[in-house]
């Protein structure tokens, strides 16, 4: 975790502001809630579906961020962003609690991992109900909430969104759900910077790769065990830390970003730039079937059409 003295930013870097971390309970939202502590915020609340989950997070905020001499209130608020009236009424809450909101940190999400095929529909309802439609109920919700709070769109104006996506650029093998969600994302942040900037929003985004976190605790035994070498394949040759793409998102979320809009941050050791083929790789081929492009099978398939075509 980023902390007083150890911080990369200025300690005001965030003063006097009110954030909103969705996941801010564990992981790399609670990482984020951390730094925006340390970066002076006066407010930050986060969000969850899971209430002792938030409520241990606080504790672990607050004392930290008095014993370092931190002046910030933490609101644990218990919201399931798949639901709008759920996401409704845990901004009205932090808006009753704070009186405005600076920054919200779309940090909420998740998958499992699965072949395409078995993917059922409730499963990916869900995941893309969680990434996708969760992080637009927050940005409508946010903007509806502030909109309300003041006349001519005066709330609105300086707010700073930060979405976080994932490393989906060569797709994502075994979690096509997540990846079209996250891609979703990538687009909805190019358009509504665009679309909002008018009222003085900026909307960003942060793609971290492996980042060693509590999420990746929730997978399967295998897939944890393949995450070392997945991790050691990254140009860097090693998973990320939850500090740093937290680092990744207070930089958009400051004015050292100021001129910063619709730009998606890629926090991945550079893993983005070679994952496709050796994540596909893990993944064994079929025992009966032959990779669609092994010569045999092209040949099978297309030989006379090919022949014919260059007769
Ligand atoms: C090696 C490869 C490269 C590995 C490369 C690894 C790269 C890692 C990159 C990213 C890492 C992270 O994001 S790590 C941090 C993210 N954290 C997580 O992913 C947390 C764990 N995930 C989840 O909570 C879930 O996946 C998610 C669907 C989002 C929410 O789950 P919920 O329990 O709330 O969902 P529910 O509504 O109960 O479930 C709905 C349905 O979803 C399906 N479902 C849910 N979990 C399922 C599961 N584990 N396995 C099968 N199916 C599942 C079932 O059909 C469920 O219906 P029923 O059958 O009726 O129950
Ligand atoms: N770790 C990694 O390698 C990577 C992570 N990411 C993404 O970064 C984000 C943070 O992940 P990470 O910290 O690693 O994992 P965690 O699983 O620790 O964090 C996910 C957080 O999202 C919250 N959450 C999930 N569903 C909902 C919901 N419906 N409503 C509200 N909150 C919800 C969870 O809280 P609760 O269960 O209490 O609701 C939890 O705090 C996620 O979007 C993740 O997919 C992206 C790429 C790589």
Known sequence: MVGRGSSVYANDVLGGEVVLVTGGGSGIGLATAWAAVAGGAAGVAIAGRKGHRLEAAAEVLVERGEAEGYDCRILPVVMDIRHLASVESGIATVIDVFGRIDVVVNNAGGQYVSPAEDISPKGWR?????????????????????????????????????NVVADMWAGMPHMAHSGAARAGVVNLTHTLAVEWARYGIRINAVAPGIIVSSGLDSYPAPVRAALPSIAAACPTGRGGTESEVAAAIIFLASSGASYVNGAVLRVDGGSSLRKGIELSSFFPPHPAIPPYHSAPFLADKYGAFIQASRL
């Open 126 to 162: 869900a995941v893309v109900d969680t990434n996708l439609t969760g992080t637009w109920n927050v940005l409508v919700g946010v903007f509806a909430a502030l909109d309300a709070a003041a006349p001519d769109k005066a709330a609105l104006r300086g707010l700073r969104c930060v």
